[in-house]
């Protein structure tokens, strides 16, 4: 069955530090992945997006990741946090038909 | 732009009754979807419409969820009758879908419908 796992569950940063966060997915096909991040008390939004094309990937707010096909990974980075960055974030990959499934999310603090 | 638009933000009741909650997408978006995120887990998708028609609805626990989609454009999810673990946010997002195109992957969320059964 096609899924998304993400590796940390909780992640505990200061700031300026940088910020990996795994992500992998199982899926043979075709795929599109996002990241998308909800920030305490809003709705979930997107972070960044790959569909095709350059494997490095940037979005809103320094954020970067990169799709390695090989190791079916789609990381998120950023080389340095800041205390706004405090939120959940989620992979998701996109399957044909327009079906999005969810990683279990990683909640990240940064603390000042 | 007006966002997805969802109601009610929160509802507490007892195990056997039911709720249901409600969803205005996006202006134009023609898909719509709904998603139950339990605390700690991520976002599981329990339904997707095109337009008015069921895309997807595996995951909908169909002896006691229940959704409509009538003229393609806002959305009821319906619980009846509630269990425990029926506890959750309740999401639900739209995106844009051209006419014979793929979906470009972008959802747009509401803020959900958080349930607490008791």
């Known amino acids: 069955a096609q899924s998304v796992s993400q590796h940390n569950h909780h992640v505990i940063l200061s700031e300026a530090a940088s910020l990996e966060l795994g992500c992998n997915y199982s899926?043979?096909?075709?795929?599109?992945l996002f990241w998308y991040v909800q920030y305490p008390g809003q709705h979930l939004q997107l972070l960044l997006k790959?569909?095709?094309?350059?494997?490095l990937v940037k979005g809103i707010k320094g954020f970067e990741a990169e799709f390695i096909k090989s190791k079916f990974s789609f990381n998120l980075r950023k080389p340095s946090v800041q205390w706004s960055d405090t939120a959940e974030y989620f992979c998701a990959v996109i399957l044909q038909g327009g079906k999005l499934i969810f990683g279990q999310g990683t909640e990240l603090s940064v603390k000042p | 732009e007006a966002g997805v638009a969802q109601s009610p933000r929160y509802k507490i009741i007892e195990k056997r009754q039911s709720v249901a909650f409600w969803c205005n997408p996006i202006s134009g978006h023609a898909t719509l979807y709904w998603y139950q995120q339990i605390l700690g887990q991520g976002p599981k998708l329990l339904i997707q419409?095109?337009?008015?028609?069921?895309?997807?609805d595996s995951q909908l626990p169909k002896d006691r969820f229940s959704a409509e989609r009538l003229k393609g454009v806002d959305s009821t999810l319906k619980i009846q009758p509630a269990k425990l673990e029926d506890s959750a946010v309740y999401l639900c997002?739209?995106?844009?879908?051209?006419?014979?195109?793929?979906?470009?992957?972008?959802?747009?969320f509401g803020e959900g419908s958080r349930l607490t059964v008791l």
């Open positions: 790959y569909f095709s094309g350059d494997p």
């Open positions: 899926y043979g096909g075709t795929v599109n």
């Open positions: 419409f095109q337009n008015n028609g069921v895309v997807d």
């Open positions: 997002a739209s995106s844009y879908r051209p006419s014979g195109g793929v979906n470009t992957g972008e959802l747009f």
